[in-house]
């Protein structure tokens, strides 16, 4: 009890200093809690960026080696194109994010460098994303020509002679929704032949049916090949397309190897 009076004693005659040491304590365990934090959070900090880059630039790699030959090829690689589209979008939100508590370490060279390095593998990100985005229109604009134009192609499996009729409406329908595509200046070769191409089989389906119906064999026959050749011209239409991608394509590894090898590491 005596020990512990003495004890209480030494406290109240103490308090302030005890109070004050306690204080100073807590703070540099604070302080010191805070460094590591901000040293591993920094690190990391880098560490996620440079993991980020390095799986960007394999993924731009992976859809760029695809190939491209044909519809199916070029719809896998869309789908490729706006996964990465995606990711970039995503990283723009949140990669180069600091926390509150470390915002005000900005004034430091290297922590301000390291800032100044995530933001401007950002910004060629993004502006390599801008030229990715003309590449991924065209594709979508060619899936939904080819969808027009198969569908209306499809329809000839069931046809008949009573549905012959059927056919410029058809065609007109198809043509009309061509003309209606808003389309940028790489995809409006194709789009226009693709015009000039239903507007040819439309015509040539009511030349056929007229001389069915006149029952003028010469007409008929004549009307009949101009149709099959309307037909044969429809792959073309594919030809053309994979022209103008490539020119596009070409376009977009110009932005890769300016987005690429010149991005800082």
């Given at each position: 009890?005596?020990?512990?009076?003495?004890?209480?004693?030494?406290?109240?005659?103490?308090?302030?200093?005890v109070i004050i040491?306690?204080?100073?304590?807590?703070?540099?365990?604070?302080?010191?809690?805070?460094?590591?934090?901000?040293?591993?959070?920094?690190?990391?900090?880098?560490?996620?960026?440079?993991?980020?880059?390095?799986?960007?630039?394999?993924?731009?790699?992976?859809?760029?080696?695809?190939?491209?030959?044909?519809?199916?090829?070029?719809?896998?690689?869309?789908?490729?194109?706006?996964?990465?589209?995606?990711?970039?979008?995503?990283?723009?939100?949140?990669?180069?994010?600091?926390?509150?508590?470390?915002?005000?370490?900005?004034?430091?060279?290297?922590?301000?460098?390291?800032?100044?390095?995530?933001?401007?593998?950002?910004?060629?990100?993004?502006?390599?994303?801008?030229?990715?985005?003309?590449?991924?229109?065209?594709?979508?604009?060619?899936?939904?020509?080819?969808?027009?134009?198969?569908?209306?192609?499809?329809?000839?499996?069931?046809?008949?002679?009573?549905?012959?009729?059927?056919?410029?409406?058809?065609?007109?329908?198809?043509?009309?929704?061509?003309?209606?595509?808003?389309?940028?200046?790489?995809?409006?070769?194709?789009?226009?032949?693709?015009?000039?191409?239903?507007?040819?089989?439309?015509?040539?389906?009511?030349?056929?049916?007229?001389?069915?119906?006149?029952?003028?064999?010469?007409?008929?026959?004549?009307?009949?090949?101009?149709?099959?050749?309307?037909?044969?011209?429809?792959?073309?239409?594919?030809?053309?397309?994979?022209?103008?991608?490539?020119?596009?394509?070409?376009?977009?590894?110009?932005?890769?190897?300016?987005?690429?090898?010149?991005a800082t590491s």
């Open positions: 009890m005596k020990l512990a009076t003495q004890f209480r004693l030494f406290l109240r005659r103490h308090r302030k200093k040491t306690s204080i100073c304590t807590a703070l540099l365990a604070l302080i010191a809690g805070y460094t590591v934090w901000s040293m591993n959070t920094w690190k990391e900090y880098k560490v996620v960026r440079e993991k980020w880059q390095s799986s960007l630039q394999k993924s731009v790699d992976t859809a760029l080696a695809l190939p491209a030959t044909n519809h199916e090829e070029r719809s896998r690689k869309m789908t490729k194109f706006k996964g990465v589209s995606s990711d970039i979008t995503s990283a723009k939100e949140s990669l180069c994010t600091i926390p509150s508590l470390l915002s005000w370490q900005l004034f430091i060279d290297g922590v301000k460098r390291e800032k100044q390095v995530c933001d401007q593998q950002i910004e060629t990100a993004d502006s390599f994303s801008l030229k990715m985005q003309k590449t991924i229109t065209y594709l979508e604009n060619e899936q939904y020509l080819t969808k027009l134009i198969i569908s209306s192609v499809v329809s000839q499996d069931k046809l008949t002679e009573a549905s012959w009729d059927s056919q410029p409406a058809t065609w007109q329908v198809t043509g009309d929704a061509v003309k209606k595509m808003s389309v940028e200046a790489e995809f409006t070769p194709v789009k226009n032949n693709a015009v000039e191409l239903t507007q040819s089989i439309q015509s040539a389906w009511k030349a056929v049916i007229d001389a069915h119906k006149a029952k003028d064999k010469s007409k008929y026959l004549e009307a009949q090949a101009k149709l099959a050749q309307s037909y044969d011209a429809l792959p073309q239409l594919a030809v053309k397309s994979t022209q103008q991608f490539e020119t596009i394509a070409k376009a977009l590894q110009a932005a890769y190897q300016k987005a690429f090898s010149t």
